[in-house]
Structures are given as C-alpha cells and as structure tokens.
C-alpha cells in the first residue's frame, strides 16, 4: 500500500528529532569526556630554553601532618583534614642549576652541575627567580609560584598515608639522606655527603621525584602552628622534604622545617608550581 504525504512526513519528522536528540546527549555534560588532566599527567613548559616537566597534581582531600602512632614525630606535625580546591602543575624535580642559571645569570650553588639542584637559594632569591620567570617566560593563562605548604605535602604524598611516599621506612636507599640515621630500620645506609642529580631516585605515584631528601625546598607560607595564624613579628618561612644532609626522619612527608626568607644554606633549593591564573 503506498503510503501517503503526510505519513512520509511524520516519518522524516521523528526520524529528524531522533537524530537531534542522539546529537545532544553525545554533547551533554554528562556524556563528554572530561578535560582535566589525570593525576601525575606531563605537561612540558619551556623557560628560558631549558624544558621543564610539571605533573598534574588534582583537587582532593588528605590527612596532612602525622598520626600519634607515628614514630620520632614533632608536636607541631597535629594531623587534621585539608582540601585542595584546585588542581595545579608542580615541576616534576627541583628547580635544576640549569633553570636556575638560564633565568638568573648566575649559579649560587656550592656543588655545581647541571643537573644537580640549585642550592644555597634564600626564599627572597626564589621569589626573585619567579618573579622574572612570570614576567619573561610563563606560558599565556599560567603563573608560576611556589606551593603552599598544604600543597607540597599533599603532592609529595600522592594519595599515601605513611610517613614516606614509598612507604614506612627511609635509610638513603630511595631518597637522598644521611643514611647514618636511618627511619623505620635499624639497618643503616649510605651517606653520600652531597646531593645528587635530579631523579636520581624513584619517583612518587604521581611521578615526583626527590619530593623526601636531596635539597630542602621552599614554601611559599610564613610558618605558624597548624589552626593559628602567622605570628606578623615572625618571618620564617616553611621548608619542606629534608635534604642529603638530614636525618631520615626530617625527610619524612609531615616534617615541618622554618627558616628565615633571607637564609641561605648549603642545602636548600625550591620547587616551581605552575597554575592557572586567577
């Protein structure tokens, strides 16, 4: 039976509308895919010639400071929950004396190389540094700074809950330390008296490495209690990660270490976050 103009019509109708209909759900919020980054992602950012890789460090919640259980822990490590609102890029290594000299010009540091940390940086001489990279170099939509206390320590555990990344126990054998003093074992390690190139040793989940030892590394915070607010007749500045010159147990992710913004010590150096602007 041939059918008539009016039902070909309705037919062409529905079959139209069905076709809207598919083409809005594929577009929906719930339907697409999502663009943010996944947690520890490469991005590569180029300052001053050099490459530098940052990873993805995501929105969530943690547990900062360290247990009551927690062996050789300080009273101002009080464990209390913290929420990261927004997800950010932190260079997967310290800033290198390559990055350091391509931007500044010249190289503090007392042990030199190019892929060894810068050191000997003062918190006023890593704000310098980041105050040039955002003017000359930052890509459009980005500024670099350094993290908030709360967002190193989110970072370097990456979704762990022991006092290392790696796990329960440090004795130089996965970070850079004083292997004479040993955590969480009695076995000693090595001390090797100096640091050593970035990525020497493993990286974290998220792919950062020397987040525990090798160099100290700034914070952007003024020191205070954990619930308090900053002492304004007290400038220091937290420190974070310990160095190849500490004790296993200052290396641990809860550590908190404080010196004023114009020290400058053979094993401190800093770590750039890149994030979007405000």
């Known amino acids: 039976m041939t059918s008539s103009p009016l039902s070909r019509f309705s037919r062409v109708v529905l079959t139209f509308g069905a076709a809207l209909l598919a083409l809005a759900q594929f577009h929906s919020p719930v339907c697409a895919q999502s663009t943010e980054p996944k947690p520890g992602e490469v991005k590569s950012i180029t300052i001053a010639n050099v490459p530098v890789q940052f990873r993805w460090i995501p929105q969530g919640s943690f547990k900062m400071g360290s247990p009551e259980e927690e062996t050789i822990r300080y009273d101002n490590e009080t464990q209390h929950d913290v929420t990261i609102e927004k997800g950010f890029w932190l260079a997967e290594t310290e800033t290198t004396q390559r990055l350091w000299q391509a931007v500044m010009g010249d190289n503090p540091s007392v042990h030199k190389g190019d892929d060894l940390p810068v050191e000997k940086i003062a918190w006023n001489d890593a704000m310098a540094f980041i105050k040039k990279a955002n003017e000359q170099f930052a890509p459009e939509g980005y500024v670099f700074a350094l993290p908030t206390e709360e ?15 790696f796990g329960p126990a440090l004795n130089a054998d996965k970070a850079n330390c004083n292997g004479n003093y040993p955590y969480g074992t009695k076995e000693p390690g090595p001390w090797l008296e100096k640091p050593t190139p970035v990525g020497t040793y493993p990286a974290n989940p998220w792919g950062l490495v020397d987040m525990h030892g090798n160099v100290w590394e700034w914070c952007d915070d003024l020191y205070a209690e954990y619930g308090a607010a900053p002492n ?18 200052n290396c641990r992710a809860a550590y908190r270490g404080r010196f004023f913004p114009d020290e400058r010590e053979f094993d401190v150096g800093f770590r750039l976050k890149a994030a979007a602007k405000e």
Not at 151 to 165: D, H, K, L, Q, V
Not at 232 to 249: I, K, M
Request: net charge negative; hydrophobic share 25%.
């Open 151 to 165: 967002e190193w320590e989110y970072a370097c555990r990456a979704g762990t809950t022991s006092p290392f990344s």
């Open 232 to 249: 304004p007749d007290d400038q220091e500045r937290v420190l974070r990660g310990g160095s190849w010159f500490s004790r296993a147990t």
